[in-house]
């Protein structure tokens, strides 16, 4: 099991530009998440997913937008990239909540930088 | 929206030495998770409670369920150069999909 894998793992972006980051998890989970890191401020939810299907807004969803392409896959996109959307970005999952209290798996995380 | 108090932000120890830190909520949890990020790397689960009164311990880390259910701590005994990075509690509410993170604590160790 590779568990959550994200791609890619570092990237640079000019203002304006757009880009897509792309999670996968194989463990079966029901839920998948997008959070951004930033120093001193922990992890912020952006959007997630709670099942195949469906996406909610999280606490810092401007400037983005996800596809939950499969259970499997979950997409986050910046439209028109900003330097304030510099920041490392993970990708997590889980199983249904009745069945493992909400444990989030996360991934190895994406550095992204836009000058 | 919820928030989690962690503390302390960070600690400078010398290894061999006994780690505590702690997080408060205004809100009632029904999971407590710890986490701990190495530099480079994502966040990976370590303990997980769901009773208030609980504690768990995995190798010598010790975490507790707070009885009112606002709080949690995690104790690292004996510690070792391997247990620096940022550790992060994470708590969530009835009924709830989402998780809330505290701000995290850095730990630094001295050999």
């Known amino acids: 099991n590779a568990g959550v894998t994200q791609t890619p793992k570092f990237q640079v972006l000019k203002t304006g530009q757009s880009m897509t980051l792309q999670c996968a998890q194989d463990m079966n989970h029901n839920s998948m998440y997008w959070y951004r890191q930033d120093p001193g401020m922990g992890l912020r939810l952006i959007y997630y997913?709670?099942?195949?299907?469906?996406?909610d807004k999280g606490e810092v969803p401007n400037g983005y937008n996800v596809s939950r392409l499969n259970k499997r896959e979950f997409s986050l996109r910046l439209e028109s990239a900003a330097p304030s959307q510099t920041s490392v970005y993970f990708c997590a999952s889980s199983a249904p909540r009745v069945l493992a209290g909400g444990e989030q798996f996360f991934g190895p995380g994406t550095r992204l930088t836009v000058l | 929206g919820q928030q989690l108090n962690q503390s302390p932000q960070s600690m400078f120890i010398q290894e061999g030495e006994d780690v505590s830190m702690n997080c408060t909520s205004s809100s009632i949890f029904n999971t407590w998770l710890w986490y701990k990020q190495d530099p480079g790397e994502g966040p990976v689960l370590l303990i997980a409670?769901?009773?208030?009164?609980e504690l768990t311990s995995n190798g010598r880390l010790t975490a507790q369920f707070g009885i009112t259910r606002k709080d949690s701590f995690l104790n690292i005994s004996a510690s070792i150069p391997s247990d620096v990075g940022i550790y992060f509690c994470a708590g969530r509410i009835q009924g709830a999909q989402k998780l809330v993170f505290g701000q995290g604590t850095r730990l630094t160790i001295n050999p």
């Open positions: 409670l769901y009773k208030a009164g």
């Open positions: 997913s709670a099942s195949e299907g469906t996406t």
